[in-house]
């Protein structure tokens, strides 16, 4: 499967190691962004939700050159430096993903990269049309069919989650 990155040019990318983005398939990771601008700099200094509000533009501008939208983000993480912000940076998430809903989690850190940076945002989409056109998961099977069962129709030992197996009827009624 392809893989596909997605860079802004920043020094940090290059210097850390990392990719602002990353699509395999029909899943596309961003990195955790930040509230900078086109020029590096930080935008809403001592403003967590003007931070947000830019953080989540930048996101949206990753996946867009990953090929996917804000519609597609099934996750989205928050760190922050002062939960305390958390009505104003949950009011600009709300204004961006309000009818998206994805799940989210909202965590509370001692800092992040720049002391003056209040909010870190990382997003996980899966693309729907990439997801319905052929694109798989790994598990699977490499049989075609989509329920694990063996297209004759047999017995299939799968593992329970004590760790033990179970006979599975895989046949049709």
């Known amino acids: 499967m392809d893989r596909q990155h997605v860079s802004t040019g920043t020094e940090w990318e290059s210097a850390v190691g990392y990719s602002r983005a990353v699509r395999v398939g029909p899943h ?25 509000r830019q953080a989540l533009e930048n996101v949206a501008r990753a996946l867009d050159e990953a090929g996917a939208s804000i519609e597609d983000v099934v996750r989205t993480r ?23 809903r994805p799940a989210t989690s909202m965590v509370e850190v001692a800092r992040l990269i720049d002391s003056a940076m209040c909010v870190e945002i990382e997003a996980t989409a899966i693309v729907a ?10 598990d699977t099977p490499d049989d075609g069919t989509a329920d694990g069962s063996t297209p004759d129709g047999s017995t299939v030992d799968c593992s329970t989650i004590d760790g033990s197996t179970a006979a599975v009827d895989a046949g049709t009624e």
């Open 129 to 138: 049309d990439a997801a319905t056109d052929g694109a798989r998961d790994d």
């Open 28 to 52: 596309v990771h961003v990195a955790g962004t930040t509230a900078t601008d086109a020029a590096g700099e930080l935008v809403g200094r001592g403003d967590p939700g003007e931070q947000t």
């Open 78 to 100: 928050l760190y922050v430096t002062d939960v305390e912000d958390w009505e104003a940076i949950g009011e600009a998430h709300a204004a961006v993903f309000g009818a998206v």
